[in-house]
């Protein structure tokens, strides 16, 4: 990949949770348009990586560097990079005071300072491409976990970001609303978005990731191609947890 | 194809029974409410009773036999209540010593708060754009009314007393106290140390301290420390302090909304790109407020009794007013139970109607049942 179009690059990151070493010397560069996946066992540390890339997580040592800008102390720098950065999270999320529409306008209306009407008509849009557009007048609280996820995802697409993160979002869902989520984001990967999804979901890795990683106590053990991930696994750890995730 | 349907629709609707008639309307609220079970029936027989005993006479005595006209105590002869004073006192429990003949001016400011009020607790009301800008500068309208002012006879707050004397300290409470309490709740929450030191302190000192102590040190120990010739004036400073002895428990029942709401919440409005404030305002106090109101009506409700509380200053509030006419030597030992009543009755009606609009507001804000 060419250098040039990494839109995130992480460079001997470190984090601690007090003194838990949490994240260990991460190194990761991300190209536009590429779409990675990222696995491992609890407590790998793998949602804390993409949630210091939006700065939910503050690191201590080492450089993310988001679409340019490098998130520090500098909370202009933090806002442009969230501005660019959209989450989806495992419990949705939704702000269970605002009816769908409301949610998805928000923030167009308060960040993007977008006219009401313009805003709506864009959040519309985003609903139709996760196909729930029927559903924009009810609150949060009367739609199915995979309705609300979808929902979360059509809100965070409205502020039209340049990278998607995703804190597995199947996770929290029945096994028939799994893969209605999951259609929504291999529509999304086919549209060219680039996205870090946290998740175990192995099938939907294998269609759409261009890189795997696999996380282990805070480290990447292993970084590759959905292929080479699957048939050729290079370290022990890594052939573990496959089998222990692929025997059912 | 289209057979089958109707037949599974028949089927269907076959399916479906009315509830058993005695399960529900009157006589299912009756069943279930009241004679489910012996002890309930009991309970209901009991109360029954009770009922019996003590509305009749209190019937009788308040009104069948009860004396209504009369100008001084002497002419209260049945055994039933005496009434006579209404006649010649009513504006007095009411206006305290208003001017007379600026009443209207008193009548005014609360005829203007219905709309004002209007505009802020209900949606949906048309020009609600003039309507909130008429609410906000209310509290302004409403002061230059009472006090006096752009071509009005000026009125001293000496002479405010009665019930309009409790309404208005009340509602100045309550208008500002919402407000400081938010803020302080969310200073306590604070991740600058300084802004959290001052706003626990600030709470835990108000709200250790009795308010009638407070209010004494309003009076008395404020004074010590203006310059010689600035004063403030008396109602004021009682005002300041019953809203700040609000604000300190205000801020205690919203603090315990904000903890409520789920860290998600935040997440996903920093994530979304919301900086603080309006996460805060956007996302996070419409739920925490909302989860708030039973606490947040349980202190209007307090803060609106404790305006009794100007008795310490010297203004005769509507308790004040029923005093003095028991001691005035024309009615002494005739009206104390009346007069007591008539104060009673009028913080009921303003205290009961805050907690069923409460119950209103609850119930229309509810998002998952809709």
Redesign the interface.
């Known amino acids: 990949m060419n250098e040039n179009s990494a839109v995130i690059e992480i460079s001997d990151l470190n984090k601690w949770f007090g003194n838990f070493h949490v994240l260990r010397d991460i190194n990761l560069s991300v190209s536009q348009g590429e779409r990675i996946v990222i696995c491992g066992p609890s407590g790998s540390g793998k949602s804390t990586l993409i949630r210091c890339i ?1 700065r ?1 997580e503050e690191h201590q040592e080492g450089r993310i560097v988001v679409d340019g800008n490098e998130l520090t102390h500098d ?1 202009k720098n933090i ?1 442009a990079v ?2 660019e ?3 989806v ?1 495992q ?1 949705f ?5 605002l ?1 769908v529409l409301e949610n998805c306008t ?2 167009l209306i ?2 993007r300072k977008m006219p009401k009407l313009e805003a709506e008509n864009l959040a519309m849009e985003y609903l139709h491409r996760v196909k729930i557009p029927e559903q924009a007048q009810k ?4 739609l199915s976990g995979g309705q609300q996820q979808r929902v ?1 995802i059509a ?2 697409l409205c ?1 039209r970001p340049k990278i998607m993160l995703f804190d597995e979002p199947t996770s929290a869902l029945d096994p028939e609303m799994i893969k209605e989520v999951l259609d929504v984001m291999v529509d999304l990967a086919e549209t060219g978005m680039t996205m870090l999804v946290v998740t175990h979901e192995m099938g939907f890795a294998s269609q759409v990731a261009d890189q795997i990683i696999f996380m282990d106590e805070g480290l990447i053990v292993e970084q590759n191609t959905p292929e080479e991930f699957f048939n050729n696994p290079k370290s022990d750890r890594t052939k573990l947890f496959l089998s222990q995730i692929l025997s059912h | 194809m289209t057979i089958d349907n109707n037949s599974n629709n028949d089927k269907a609707n076959q399916n479906i029974k009315p509830p058993p008639a005695n399960t529900v309307g009157i006589i299912g609220w009756i069943r279930k409410n009241l004679l489910g079970g012996w002890v309930n029936t009991l309970l209901t027989l009991i109360s029954i009773y009770i009922l019996w005993l003590v509305l009749p006479p209190l019937f009788d005595w308040a009104l069948l036999n009860a004396d209504f006209s009369g100008s001084s105590g002497k002419e209260c002869t049945t055994n039933g209540a005496c009434w006579a004073w209404l006649d010649q006192r009513i504006n007095q429990f009411f206006y305290g010593f208003y001017p007379p003949d600026s009443y209207w001016r008193v009548n005014l400011s609360l005829i203007l708060l219905l709309p004002a009020l209007a505009y802020i607790l209900f949606e949906n009301l048309p020009y609600s754009t003039y309507g909130r800008w008429f609410a906000l500068s209310y509290p302004i309208i409403s002061a230059v009314l009472l006090l006096g002012g752009v071509g009005l006879e000026g009125v001293t707050t000496d002479k405010f007393g009665g019930f309009m004397l409790n309404l208005v300290a009340g509602l100045a409470g309550i208008i500002l106290s919402l407000p400081i309490g938010v803020v302080l709740a969310l200073g306590r929450r604070s991740k600058l140390p300084l802004i959290r030191v001052f706003s626990i302190a600030f709470i835990e000192i108000i709200r250790g301290v009795p308010l009638i102590t407070l209010l004494f040190v309003a009076v008395i120990i404020v004074q010590l420390f203006l310059p010689p010739g600035v004063s403030l004036d008396q109602l004021i400073r009682v005002m300041i302090m019953i809203t700040i002895f609000a604000s300190a428990y205000m801020a205690e029942v919203i603090r315990g909304g904000l903890q409520a709401i789920p860290n998600g919440q935040y997440e996903a409005a920093q994530a979304v790109g919301l900086g603080y404030w309006r996460s805060m305002r956007l996302v996070i106090l419409p739920q925490a407020l909302k989860i708030s109101i039973p606490g947040i009506v349980n202190t209007f409700i307090g803060l609106f009794k404790d305006t009794t509380l100007v008795i310490i200053i010297g203004l005769f509030d509507i308790l004040g007013q029923a005093r003095l006419l028991q001691t005035n030597p024309d009615w002494m030992g005739k009206v104390d139970h009346e007069t007591f009543l008539l104060a009673a009755l009028f913080f009921f009606i303003i205290c009961f109607s805050m907690s069923r609009y409460s119950i209103n507001l609850e119930k229309r804000l509810d998002t998952t049942n809709k």
């Open positions: 939006n939910l909370l806002d969230r501005r950065v959209g989450m999270f419990s999320n939704l702000f269970p005071h009816n928000l923030a308060w960040v609150f949060p609280g009367q979360a809100r965070s502020m």
